[in-house]
């Protein structure tokens, strides 16, 4: 038996999210019945993040043992063969025994990518988050400053998820603004229960001045989830990279590192 | 009556082509239906240019005489709500009398994406063309030179369209290089039939070793379709801008120059 990592990317509208549930369409199972399909064991995957419905993923990284014996790169384009319409493995390795996709992961970076034409673009729907209104970014990077840092973000988080502890380190995050619109850009050693979209949601309403950039700091403290903004769309959520000790994926296609790629509009 | 013209934005996926052909859904029809439908004119518009089935538009422009009263901004809201899926009116305004969406152009800009993943992202398909082989970008450059400037087109141009002349002037013509792909982005004072598609391939030709930069000039000169490379698919090509003498559509959202926007990977 070897140990295996591989680089995911998924539409998530294609999918009832990453975790397997009986009638519904998930990116576990996709993976998994690829895998049976190919090497006839009945394995089980592990996902670094359980990744909700409609939220995309560029970086994913799934991890699983297995007796099959072939080469990494052809086990890698026979994957691809065998995986699901919107389900693609970018790249995949053997790894050391001991790595574990979730629990060996130091951190993960999401974007969330908004556009703010006035009309809506009529190409690529699905891919982003629309907002019509003119939006004070400065104001929503004064307010993404009190996120960053160690914080106990339970009023970013939807309840009804127990966890030990709701403290969470935001490494990062940053507004990367173009003419047709922007990416919030958020690194952490991990997130909860739809944080990353509840934050979306809040600083929305910054910029469109329905809350006080300076009132973020206060919203964190009260640990209320109820003052939080609303939870933004899924379309516009993107799993970009998990992060571990390890160097992974040498040969990892191109991708965004807070970037925008390449589409016009 | 005065006369309006109006930026459009189109996924070429929902239309077989901008023109008028009874029983296809096209461009045009869906602009003149929403027309009637507001004003209850028959009206007939007429297009910058004759974009084909699938061929993308980010900055088509179409004018119109119309006995309509509705305040510009109003005309604008009022069209996007009858226009048909896929298709957005950007921008509208009163023009001068004379101003002719086709004749009065004095040039377009295309831009032609493609992405070189070795594995197709499953995100985003029908926005560019996929390419998995690897490319010899400089040598496309290379290539690229030849095209650019005044000179006979006819080994680029699909026979069958009978015109006086196919001599046309490339004014620019740049390969833009991002890490996921580029874009060939192509400015002239117009275009034959296929012309920008059959460029692209033949500059792929290029890219993948099959013909030699250096020979491009000579396949100018010997002005036969033959010896050109293969059209390349539709779903890569918008239309991204058309050049008036006169400046047009000062509200002119955000929009590509050449340049990459929002999309990560």
Same mark, same amino acid.
């Given at each position: 038996?070897?140990?295996?990592?591989?680089?995911?990317?998924?539409?998530?509208?294609?999918?009832?999210?990453?975790?397997? %549930?009986? /009638?519904?369409?998930?990116?576990? %199972?996709?993976?998994?019945?690829?895998?049976?399909?190919?090497?006839?064991?009945?394995?089980?995957?592990?996902?670094?993040?359980?990744?909700?419905?409609?939220?995309?993923?560029?970086? %994913?990284?799934?991890?699983?043992?297995?007796?099959?014996?072939?080469?990494?790169?052809?086990?890698?384009?026979? @994957?691809?063969?065998?995986?699901?319409?919107?389900?693609?493995?970018?790249?995949?390795?053997?790894?050391?025994?001991?790595?574990?996709?979730?629990?060996?992961?130091?951190?993960?970076?999401?974007?969330?990518?908004?556009?703010?034409?006035?009309?809506?673009?009529?190409?690529?729907?699905?891919?982003?988050?629309?907002?019509?209104?003119?939006?004070?970014?400065?104001?929503?990077?004064?307010?993404?400053?009190?996120?960053?840092?160690?914080?106990?973000?339970?009023?970013?988080?939807?309840?009804?998820?127990?966890?030990?502890?709701?403290?969470?380190?935001?490494?990062?995050?940053?507004?990367?603004?173009?003419?047709?619109?922007?990416? @919030?850009?958020?690194?952490?050693?991990?997130? @909860?229960?739809?944080?990353?979209?509840?934050?979306?949601?809040?600083?929305?309403?910054?910029?469109? /001045?329905?809350?006080?950039?300076?009132?973020?700091?206060?919203?964190?403290?009260?640990?209320?989830?109820?003052?939080? /903004?609303?939870?933004?769309?899924?379309?516009?959520?993107?799993?970009?990279?998990? @992060?571990?000790?390890?160097?992974?994926?040498?040969?990892?296609?191109?991708?965004?590192?807070?970037?925008?790629?390449?589409?016009?509009?």
């Amino acid at each position: 038996m070897r140990n295996v990592r591989v680089l995911l990317a998924y539409d998530g509208s294609a999918f009832f999210g990453w975790q397997r %549930q009986e /009638g519904f369409a998930s990116v576990q %199972q996709g993976l998994e019945e690829a895998l049976l399909a190919l090497t006839g064991e009945s394995l089980r995957v592990i996902g670094a993040g359980r990744t909700d419905t409609g939220v995309h993923a560029l970086g %994913q990284v799934a991890s699983f043992h297995t007796a099959a014996r072939l080469p990494d790169e052809r086990l890698l384009f026979a @994957l691809n063969a065998h995986l699901p319409r919107g389900l693609v493995a970018r790249a995949l390795e053997t790894c050391p025994d001991a790595f574990h996709a979730q629990k060996s992961a130091r951190g993960k970076r999401y974007a969330y990518l908004v556009r703010t034409e006035t009309f809506p673009l009529p190409l690529g729907r699905g891919l982003w988050h629309w907002v019509p209104e003119a939006l004070d970014l400065a104001a929503m990077r004064r307010a993404a400053r009190a996120f960053v840092g160690r914080h106990d973000f339970t009023s970013l988080a939807t309840q009804g998820s127990p966890r030990r502890s709701n403290v969470r380190c935001i490494r990062g995050l940053h507004l990367v603004a173009r003419r047709s619109g922007f990416a @919030l850009v958020v690194e952490g050693d991990g997130f @909860l229960y739809n944080m990353v979209r509840t934050l979306a949601g809040t600083l929305l309403e910054v910029g469109r /001045g329905k809350r006080a950039a300076e009132s973020v700091a206060e919203l964190l403290a009260a640990r209320d989830r109820r003052l939080a /903004g609303p939870t933004a769309p899924p379309e516009g959520l993107y799993l970009v990279r998990v @992060l571990y000790a390890e160097p992974t994926f040498r040969n990892r296609p191109a991708g965004p590192r807070g970037r925008p790629g390449l589409f016009p509009g």
